[in-house]
């Protein structure tokens, strides 16, 4: 693991299986992979389409369980919980950023990216409203605070999606196609951005991706194909 060998393992999986019901039959879309994420590494994941990519990435995150196997995040067992717990535990650790940015379109992007924050109990919404402001300026949208989804571009839209998965300064971020949506200068500028916000965390970030020039960034690349390690 290069220079994380010795840092905290963030994320584990442990023979991780998940299978979809056809009709009377099973279909393998992962296949016993295991996986380990230290704090602050960057691991990218590549492979074609159907290789069953974004499905681990769901099975991860705990948007999904997996048929068979476990999955721990900050080594405490996270697939097991009920979906009110993964939700709180995701909450607290995990950040998303997918290739569809899924903002709420009646809600400002201020408002959007303090909603993680605001879902807390303990939240102050003055608070949470300059923490989700400095964000936002952080990552160049200060004069669009009170604008909607609608009224942003692609780009503006995925820089909101962006500073609302971080904005709960998770210890790892997850993100689908983050850039597949984008052209190749605002992907770019968008890349880059998460690699100094990154480093100023100390987040470990597990990406999946078609995009070789991001891949390639990463402290590890891992392929898939089929369901397996390749």
């Known amino acids: 693991m290069n220079n994380f060998a010795n840092n905290k393992i963030v994320l584990e999986a442990k023979n991780i299986q998940k299978s979809f019901n056809e009709g009377k039959n ?55 919980l009920n979906e ?42 003055s608070e949470v409203k300059q923490q989700a402001e400095a964000l936002l300026e952080r990552v160049g949208l200060s004069h669009r605070l009170t604008h909607k989804p609608g009224e942003l571009s692609g780009g503006e839209r995925q820089r909101v999606a962006l500073a609302r998965a971080l904005v709960t300064k998770p210890a790892l971020m997850l993100a689908d196609e983050p850039t597949g949506n984008l052209d190749r200068k605002t992907a770019v500028g968008i890349f880059e951005l998460l690699s100094e916000l990154r480093n100023e965390l100390n987040m470990a970030m597990l990406i999946v991706t078609h995009d070789e020039q991001l891949a390639k960034s990463a402290d590890r690349i891992l392929h898939m194909q089929d369901g397996i390690w390749v």
């Open 84 to 125: 009110t717990e993964r939700g709180y535990k995701r909450n607290q650790y995990l950040g998303f950023v997918y290739q569809f940015h899924h903002l709420l379109p009646e809600f400002t992007a201020l408002e959007n990216v303090a909603m993680p924050i605001m879902l807390r109990k303990e939240s102050q919404y």
């Open 26 to 80: 099973s279909v393998d879309v992962i296949k016993d992979l295991s996986l380990k994420v230290a704090a602050g590494e960057f691991v990218s994941i590549v492979g074609s389409s159907g290789s069953g990519k974004s499905t681990l990435l769901h099975v991860l995150g705990g948007l999904d369980r997996p048929t068979e196997g476990m999955v721990f995040l900050n080594g405490q067992r996270f697939d097991n």
